[in-house]
């Protein structure tokens, strides 16, 4: 059952459609404040709030401590000789990791990291049961979405 997005505060970001974003159907400036999202979201609604809501939690993301963050990356990590994501962003990254780039926090696990983040809180608050890309264990998603309860009570902000 998926959960309610919990409120959101922090500075407005700008969401623009664009007629075309080339291969990706969604880009994010952290600095601009601004979320890109191709036009061809529109004709899928449940794609379009999945998108959209990926792309807000690389907002939030960013403003996690370094420990909460941590303790994300410990779920990652107890996964990992599992199969499956909620989403390609963040399934095609898990399957590069090589050991090193797990055992020393690498740019690329923490990219994954991040992804996995973003796509968990769209498995979880857009409202989908079902999707080709969520192909991760009810297991470990039982778990995601502990940790996401834990961290972001609903009536609780989250800081973007």
Same mark, same amino acid.
């Given at each position: ?36 999202? =191709? ?5 899928? #609604?449940? =794609?379009? =709030?999945? !998108?959209? !809501?990926?792309? !807000? ?5 960013? #403003?996690?401590?370094? +420990?909460?963050?941590?303790? &994300? ?14 989403? &390609?962003?963040?399934? &095609? ?6 050991? +090193? =780039? $797990? ?7 923490? $990219? ?9 809180? +769209? ?8 999707? %080709? ?10 778990? #995601?979405?502990?940790?996401?309860? #834990?961290?972001?009570? %609903?009536?609780? %902000?989250?800081?973007?």
């Amino acid at each position: 059952m998926p959960l309610r997005l919990p409120p959101l505060s922090g500075r407005p970001i700008r969401v623009e459609l664009r007629r075309s974003l080339g291969p990706h159907l969604a880009a994010t400036s952290i600095p601009r404040r601004l979320i890109l999202l =191709d036009s061809q979201l529109l004709r899928t #609604r449940h =794609d379009f =709030d999945r !998108i959209l !809501i990926h792309e !807000i939690f690389h907002f939030a993301w960013l #403003r996690l401590s370094n +420990a909460t963050r941590r303790s &994300w990356e410990e779920i990652l990590q107890s996964e990992l000789n599992s199969r499956g994501e909620l989403g &390609w962003s963040s399934e &095609w990254r898990k399957q590069k990791l090589t050991r +090193a =780039d $797990r055992a020393l926090r690498s740019p690329a696990w923490r $990219r994954y990291a991040c992804e996995s983040f973003c796509d968990s809180a +769209a498995w979880l608050y857009a409202g989908l049961r079902h999707h %080709p890309e969520f192909t991760l264990a009810n297991l470990r998603r039982r778990r #995601r979405r502990t940790w996401f309860t #834990r961290h972001f009570p %609903p009536a609780s %902000p989250v800081r973007i």
